[in-house]
């Protein structure tokens, strides 16, 4: 009795652990950004075309603008180093923007469309 009193307390403790298929499907999932790299996606929610830049690609503290036409809704920042994603396409500080630390961020939704950015020393 005491066995199976404990094996069902397990399984429950389990269960309740253990994300059901409703829960999971709701929780956020990542986009695909390896170490060292910025990824910029078309949509929120890191879906759509995705752009990869590393620093082998990036003049530091120099604007980048996306090519024209071309505007960003989500981001993911492991580069190591600070990045300031700007509404406008030339960096204009009177524009939105904001800086996203370089540890490992993951923004989903960008609250404005993204056009350029730039990459801090740190």
């Given at each position: 009795?005491?066995?199976?009193?404990?094996t069902a307390?397990?399984?429950?403790a389990?269960?309740?652990?253990?994300p059901?298929t409703?829960?999971?499907?709701a929780?956020?999932?990542?986009?695909d950004?390896?170490?060292?790299?910025?990824?910029l996606?078309?949509k929120?929610?890191?879906?759509?075309?995705?752009?990869?830049?590393?620093?082998t690609r990036?003049d530091?503290?120099?604007c980048?603008?996306l090519p024209p036409?071309?505007?960003i809704q989500s981001?993911?920042?492991r580069?190591?180093?600070?990045?300031t994603g700007?509404?406008?396409a030339?960096?204009?500080?009177t524009?939105?923007f904001?800086?996203?630390p370089?540890s490992?961020?993951?923004?989903?939704?960008?609250?404005?469309?993204?056009?350029?950015f730039?990459?801090?020393?740190?």
């Amino acid at each position: 009795m005491r066995t199976t009193t404990t094996t069902a307390a397990l399984l429950a403790a389990t269960a309740f652990l253990m994300p059901t298929t409703a829960q999971a499907a709701a929780s956020p999932r990542l986009g695909d950004c390896a170490p060292g790299e910025l990824c910029l996606w078309a949509k929120g929610a890191f879906k759509g075309p995705r752009q990869v830049y590393d620093l082998t690609r990036i003049d530091i503290e120099s604007c980048t603008p996306l090519p024209p036409g071309t505007d960003i809704q989500s981001l993911a920042n492991r580069t190591g180093r600070p990045v300031t994603g700007y509404q406008s396409a030339e960096c204009a500080e009177t524009a939105e923007f904001d800086t996203y630390p370089g540890s490992g961020t993951w923004v989903p939704q960008v609250p404005y469309r993204m056009r350029a950015f730039k990459v801090w020393e740190s």
